[in-house]
T-cell receptor
């Protein structure tokens, strides 16, 4: 069973640019959540996708957007990058919304640096 | 809103010492509680969880008991090893429509031989 994978591992961008981060969910999982982890902080919830629809959003501006594909993989897009967007971006997949006890399985993250 | 407060780190212990990392929470309803561990350069791994009051989660020698009366979920281990060095995050999931996790800021644990 393949776990959650993310690409790229590291990324360097400049202010104002746009970035796309990718996540492949674990086999059998239809729910993907994205989190932002700033240096020295806990992860903050960005949004969640369930069966290709956004299902809940944290306190992030609209320039953070996402997609989920029919195979349940997902993308996180960030437009007009700001210095404060520098962080580790984590993707987590789980097997569905129906059970709040479902474990969320995390990928290794993408380290984004904005210069 | 929901929040998690963890003991400030870093925590430095000698091998075989007793570990406690305090965690308290504020949440509506009856949240599920979790401890995640993050090893250097890696993503988060679930260490243990508890889904209702008085439940005890345990894994790899770590334990935490869901205390509703004190809104706490303290992590303990009787004898730490060098390999336990990592950042530990307390988190809660209060249900609702998207079951997002709310995390504490994390506690860095360093275990010296």
């Amino acid at each position: 069973e393949t776990g959650v994978t993310q690409s790229p591992t590291h990324l360097i961008k400049t202010r104002g640019q746009q970035v796309t981060l990718r996540c492949s969910s674990q086999s059998g999982h239809n729910t993907v959540s994205w989190y932002q982890q700033a240096l020295g902080q806990g992860p903050q919830f960005i949004f969640q996708y369930y069966r290709e629809e956004e299902n809940g959003r944290g306190n992030f501006p609209p320039r953070f957007s996402g997609l989920q594909f029919p195979n349940y993989s997902s993308e996180l897009n960030v437009n007009a990058l700001e210095l404060d967007d520098s962080a580790l971006y984590l993707c987590a997949s789980s097997s569905g919304l129906a059970d709040r006890y479902n474990e969320q399985f995390f990928g290794p993250g993408t380290r984004l640096t904005v210069l | 809103g929901n929040s998690v407060t963890q003991m400030e780190g870093p925590v430095t212990l000698s091998e075989e010492a007793f570990l406690t990392i305090n965690c308290t929470y504020t949440a509506t309803g009856y949240p599920s509680l979790f401890w995640y561990v993050q090893y250097p350069g890696e993503g988060l791994q679930l260490l243990l969880k508890a889904t209702k009051a008085d439940d005890k989660g345990s894994n790899k020698g770590f334990e935490a008991t869901y205390r509703k009366e004190t809104t706490s979920f303290h992590l303990e281990k009787g004898s730490v090893q060098v390999s336990d060095s990592a950042v530990y995050f307390c988190a809660l999931n209060s249900g609702g429509s998207n079951y997002k996790l709310t995390f504490g800021k994390g506690t860095l644990l360093t275990v010296n031989p």
